[in-house]
């Protein structure tokens, strides 16, 4: 995926031929600064507005414009009292490009994403300071993982957490997931739907991790038609390969937990039982 546009005089230029770097090392370059009418990136929880903090409510409702990809967006678009410019993957540059126009022009401009930035989201996080070349400040928000971990009871201090949900080479994140398996609790946000919760059972058991392992898939969460999937590492695995959303019976809002051996009793699963029903 290229780079947003900046905006150099007269002339739109590609923001790559100034900085190289993958966009999540900008948005981690340095701590944030204090600035003068900063805009924001708001972490609007998992999608549930119930979720939604009282202060990241308050800046998306402030905002002359709002930026994010469509189905976030959409999530908000009731507090919304600006202008909105939603994006997919295809037209992501033009769409920031013309968010950047309407901050350089004045307006309060708020990026919003899932969950909490700081979990899943500095790619966009890190488009968005290209595109604007100013200080975003992180509002956090609630994020998919913490319901899950409370869903699961796996602290997060003895939890190893990756993101599989974003672009580009995936191979060190996948390597933490195998040298803890067993040792730790696993809590995964899967890519759809090339990386989804089979595809990541059967590299842990490639790696050597037990078959045995208590897996939980959590669809949804806090949504009306939140699901659970109980089952073990091995059951999980008959689930791998596929591209499509046809290709898996987990939904593209779905995160991976994957108890640590000594967690549950005689280290095992349920026997590749599956159950699904409606959560809280």
Same mark, same amino acid.
């Given at each position: +995926?290229?780079?947003?546009?900046?905006? $150099? !005089?007269?002339?739109?230029?590609?923001?790559?031929?100034?900085?190289? %770097?993958?966009?999540?090392?900008?948005?981690?370059?340095?701590?944030?600064?204090?600035?003068?009418g900063p805009l924001y990136a708001v972490g609007i929880g998992p999608g549930n507005l119930e979720y939604l903090t009282p202060r990241g409510e308050r800046t998306v409702r402030e905002a002359d414009a709002v930026v994010g990809f469509e189905t976030v967006v959409d999530y908000v678009a009731e507090r919304v009292d600006g202008e909105t410019f939603a994006c997919g993957y295809d037209d992501e540059r033009e769409t920031l490009r013309a968010f950047a126009d309407r901050v350089a022009d004045g307006a309060a401009g708020t990026a919003v994403l899932m969950g909490d930035p700081n979990f899943s989201g500095y790619q966009f996080l890190g488009r968005v300071e290209r595109a604007v070349d100013r200080p975003v400040r992180v509002i956090p928000g609630i994020s998919?993982?913490?319901?899950?971990a409370s869903r699961a009871r796996t602290p997060m201090e003895d939890s190893t957490f990756v993101t599989l949900h974003k672009r580009g080479d995936l191979a060190a994140d996948r390597e933490r997931l195998r040298a803890d398996a067993g040792e730790r609790h696993l809590l995964v946000l899967p890519r759809p739907y090339?990386? +989804?919760?089979?595809?990541?059972?059967?590299? @842990?058991?490639?790696?050597?991790?037990?078959? $045995?392992?208590?897996?939980?898939?959590?669809? %949804? @969460?806090?949504?009306d038609d939140e699901a659970v999937t109980r089952t073990s590492l091995g059951e999980l695995?008959?689930?791998?390969?596929?591209?499509?959303?046809d290709e898996t019976p987990f939904s593209d809002l779905s995160v991976l937990v994957v108890r640590a051996e000594t967690a549950?009793? #005689? !280290?095992? #699963?349920?026997?590749?039982?599956?159950? %699904?029903?409606? !959560? $809280?």
């Amino acid at each position: +995926m290229n780079p947003p546009l900046a905006v $150099s !005089g007269d002339n739109v230029t590609d923001a790559s031929d100034f900085d190289d %770097r993958p966009p999540e090392a900008v948005a981690a370059a340095a701590p944030e600064q204090s600035a003068d009418g900063p805009l924001y990136a708001v972490g609007i929880g998992p999608g549930n507005l119930e979720y939604l903090t009282p202060r990241g409510e308050r800046t998306v409702r402030e905002a002359d414009a709002v930026v994010g990809f469509e189905t976030v967006v959409d999530y908000v678009a009731e507090r919304v009292d600006g202008e909105t410019f939603a994006c997919g993957y295809d037209d992501e540059r033009e769409t920031l490009r013309a968010f950047a126009d309407r901050v350089a022009d004045g307006a309060a401009g708020t990026a919003v994403l899932m969950g909490d930035p700081n979990f899943s989201g500095y790619q966009f996080l890190g488009r968005v300071e290209r595109a604007v070349d100013r200080p975003v400040r992180v509002i956090p928000g609630i994020s998919s993982l913490q319901i899950a971990a409370s869903r699961a009871r796996t602290p997060m201090e003895d939890s190893t957490f990756v993101t599989l949900h974003k672009r580009g080479d995936l191979a060190a994140d996948r390597e933490r997931l195998r040298a803890d398996a067993g040792e730790r609790h696993l809590l995964v946000l899967p890519r759809p739907y090339d990386v +989804m919760p089979g595809d990541v059972a059967a590299d @842990l058991l490639d790696a050597g991790a037990s078959d $045995s392992l208590t897996a939980l898939v959590y669809e %949804r @969460l806090t949504h009306d038609d939140e699901a659970v999937t109980r089952t073990s590492l091995g059951e999980l695995a008959t689930h791998a390969g596929g591209s499509g959303p046809d290709e898996t019976p987990f939904s593209d809002l779905s995160v991976l937990v994957v108890r640590a051996e000594t967690a549950d009793s #005689g !280290g095992g #699963g349920s026997g590749g039982a599956d159950s %699904r029903g409606e !959560g $809280s």
